[in-house]
């Protein structure tokens, strides 16, 4: 799960590091008023979306003064923003950051996150802050350095500074910087955070060490164990269907493509959107029903996908194991007599009740295309939509 800049900075700050103040709200009425309690002339106005690159695609203005704010204010709120991380289709700004602007002088990056070749936390710094860190990792590998730490342990003194040692600061400001690195390694390991990254941290000209940009993304399968963070969760971020999907503990995440796919267990799901790739289309999303579903979650399944606009054709590609092919065929049909089929429906049955399987779908009356292997179900439905 991913949280807002604004609401990374506020757990950064309670676990000791030094963040700018800041205000947030969701209106600009809200905004204007709350501005007025921060304490400096020029102010910093931050486009909350679950996503980075702000800067460059104009969701970060610097104000002269809080006079400016109105109007900045109005022309972000609503706006499309579209950035490298957005993909082509943006996202909405429904939520205003107002912070204290800082004196910058040097900008570096700092993440943590878990490696799992290693099963340890890496920490990776760099004095290349602000801007893409893949485009540094590509054009100066050197210029980034990787510190790995055991996660049951707490982190050493020697770690943190190894970890800060690239951004080549006096003492006191390398103090301040451990004592980031301390702050974000606890709040990881204490909120089962899946990754922490601070892009920029800086440098101030006053010579403080302060993150400027926060990033956290917790591990899913933890939440249950911190309910203050799942509190965090802004729906309006994520896709509708994600979250419809979701409801019904289907693994669904929607993509560009234009072949919906409906497969069980993650591998199969993996293999079917290669071998669609394979023969010159893009899957429309990654579905897994998972083991043993039932025939309503097939059937909702099935109305997920065809609720997607971009879907031109259907790929159900079942290995019968514990889920039986009759259920699956069942949900299938069950769903095509509430919502309309009207795009080419191709499936592959194999294993546990396939005759019992295809004799439903046969008798259903449905427009349906059988396959049976992966390759040649993959060829008829990229066959189909052409
Ligand atoms: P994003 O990563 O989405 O582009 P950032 O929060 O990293 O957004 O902001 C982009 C740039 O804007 C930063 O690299 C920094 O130069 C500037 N900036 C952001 N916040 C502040 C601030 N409080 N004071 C001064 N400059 C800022
Ligand atoms: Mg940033």
Redesign the pocket.
Known sequence: MNIH?HQAKELLKKYGANV?N?VFALTVKDILEKAKSLNSQKL?L??QIH???????G??K?LNDISELEKESNNLLGKKLI?H?TGPSGKIVKRLYV??????DK?FYLSCLVDRGSSKIAFISSDQ???DIEEVAKKNPNKINTIKVDFNKSISDLDCEKVIEIFDLKPDQSLEAMNIVKSIYKLFIDLDASMVEI??L?LTKQGKI?C????INFDDNALFRHPEISALRDLNEEDPTEIEASKYDLSYIKLDGSIGCMVNGAGLAMATMDIIKLYGEEPANFLDVGGGASKEKVSEALKIIISDKNVKGILINIFGGIMKCDVLAQGVVDAAKEVKINVPLVVRLAGTNFEKGKDILDKSGLKIISATDLNSAAEKIVNEIK
């Not at 912070?99 to 910058?104: A, V, W």
């Not at 400027?212 to 990033?215: E, Q």
């Open positions: 800049e700018p800041g910093v931050k486009a996503a980075g690159g702000r800067g460059k695609a969701g970060v610097i950035t991380q912070e204290e602007p800082s004196d910058i900008e802050g602000g801007m892009n920029p800086i302060i400027l940009d926060a990033k």
